[in-house]
């Protein structure tokens, strides 16, 4: 595997599901990042981890809760979700979060709430 | 805080045609600006970054941007559009205050090529 990879590709869950969505890159990186991409809405950052260590959280709701074990792993733990929550969920990575590293975009998850 | 604004959320170009993408920022620093694009069911790839070297910024598949300081702008320009360009285009902008590698994203242009 190269670049960033995402699983699943797709989710449907109901309201009071549990799931999980994994992010992996396989850059040798050490900044990771979750967006949110909805419809007519520009992409939302989420969360940034540097060096496994939490740096940002954008005022994201509780129900949203990030885990990173490593450099390379990502994680976003998904409980009792709302409808509005469905969207394009992106993982990325760079080198080390500074603000002029390019960031690198898995496929995603596309998630929808029922 | 800083912003981006997209001029126009659909582009409609003829194959061979230019392709001329707006993007505007707002920053009370020294911005850095990224143009990324994302083809159907994919993640975002950078097509090129403005990093205060050269203002005319060359990115792959032929397109480039130029930054733009008097007009606050960074618009994304190809001379001949190919039907593999159709896809949809971001700018953003790196939120320089927040030094978590923060990017601020525009609403996005949808470009549609025509044969």
């Known amino acids: 595997e190269t670049g960033v990879t995402q699983t699943p590709r797709h989710l449907v869950m109901g309201m009071t599901n549990k799931k999980s969505l994994k992010c992996e890159q396989h850059?040798?990186?050490?900044?990771m990042y979750w967006y949110k991409q909805s419809a007519k809405k520009p992409l939302e950052l989420m969360f940034v981890y540097n060096f496994k260590e939490q740096t940002e959280n954008n005022s994201v709701p509780s129900r949203f809760s990030p885990e990173c074990p490593n450099s390379s792993h990502l994680f976003l733990h998904l409980h009792t979700l709302q409808p509005e929550d469905s969207a394009l969920y992106l993982c990325?990575?760079?080198?080390?979060?500074?603000?002029?590293?390019?960031?690198?975009f898995g496929p995603g998850t596309r998630l929808l709430v029922l | 805080a800083q912003s981006v604004t997209q001029l126009g959320s659909h582009v409609s170009v003829s194959e061979g045609a230019l392709v001329l993408l707006r993007c505007n920022y707002s920053?009370?620093?020294?911005?850095?600006l990224f143009w990324y694009v994302q083809y159907p069911n994919q993640g975002l790839q950078l097509l090129l970054k403005y990093t205060s070297a050269a203002t005319l910024v060359k990115g792959i598949n032929g397109f480039e941007a130029e930054f733009k300081k008097s007009e606050t702008s960074f618009h994304l320009t190809k001379p001949s559009a190919h039907m593999s360009d159709a896809a949809e285009y971001f700018c953003?902008?790196?939120?320089?205050?927040?030094?978590?590698?923060?990017?601020?994203f525009g609403q996005g242009t949808t470009l549609q090529v025509k044969p």
């Open positions: 850059l040798g990186h050490n900044a």
């Open positions: 920053s009370s620093v020294p911005p850095y």
């Open positions: 953003a902008v790196s939120d320089a205050a927040s030094n978590t590698g923060k990017l601020i």
């Open positions: 990325a990575s760079s080198f080390s979060g500074g603000v002029q590293e390019t960031q690198y």
